[in-house]
């Protein structure tokens, strides 16, 4: 989990109606991870359940992502952040997450694009934006934004709804939101790729960044 996402996240539960349960695939808390991935207190009150493909911390339910055991439109929102890099079978995935979302549900998708290979335990892809896009279609419609360098972002983001757009008024507010938050985690010019990299990656890539490039601290 970045702080980048995390803020994603929360600008989503501050402006979108967020409907239960959630499920939120790739809840692994990895070593590193521990309380930074929890996103639980982002959803009070909600009926939250973490899945992933192995046990762990955050993990209430283990389930195949390709095959998920849950039925037809039984779930209202679906959390999928900065997992589906490493999911092998992408579009069965998201064939599976668009079935068991109810007929009004919202899937929240983030994934990484200028990023450091990180195998939790395997790491597959890179999506541009277009690319995020295109793995949307299933949905009814989609918004996809890019945050960082304009033609190779850190980051893409998109949200895929089953029905119908919200109203107008909070897809206004969503579009203002996200421009601040792409001006906030976007890199400005002379900020060294480590001090970027402090703000927008988790603490164990950044122990890999260093170790790789020789950098002490």
């Known amino acids: 989990m970045r702080q980048s996402i995390k803020q994603f996240v929360r600008l989503i539960a501050d402006t979108l109606p967020v409907s239960e349960p959630i499920y939120e695939f790739g809840s692994l808390q990895v070593e590193g991870q521990e309380g930074l991935a929890n996103l639980r207190p982002i959803f009070p009150d909600k009926q939250y359940v ?25 779930v209202g929102t679906v959390l999928m952040l900065d997992t589906v890099e490493h999911v092998e079978f992408v579009r069965k995935a998201l064939e599976e997450v668009h079935r068991i979302l109810k007929p009004s549900g919202i899937l929240v998708v983030t994934s990484v694009m200028n990023f450091p290979i990180h195998s939790h335990p395997y790491d597959y892809w890179r999506f541009t934006p277009e690319g995020l896009k295109s793995l949307l279609k299933p949905f009814s419609s989609s918004i996809v934004a890019a945050v960082g360098e304009e033609y190779f972002p ?10 119908a757009l919200p109203q107008a008024e909070a897809l206004n507010d969503l579009e203002s939101k ?40």
């Open 50 to 74: 973490g899945c992933d493909m192995r046990e762990g911390p955050g993990v209430d339910r283990v389930l195949n992502i390709h095959e998920l055991d849950l039925a037809s439109e039984s």
């Open 154 to 163: 850190h980051s893409v983001v998109g949200l895929g709804f089953k029905g």
């Open 178 to 217: 996200l421009e601040r938050w792409k001006q906030d985690w976007s890199n400005p010019g002379g900020r060294s790729r480590l001090t970027f990299l402090k703000r927008v990656a988790p603490p164990i890539l950044l122990d890999f960044y260093r170790r790789v490039k020789g950098v002490l601290t």
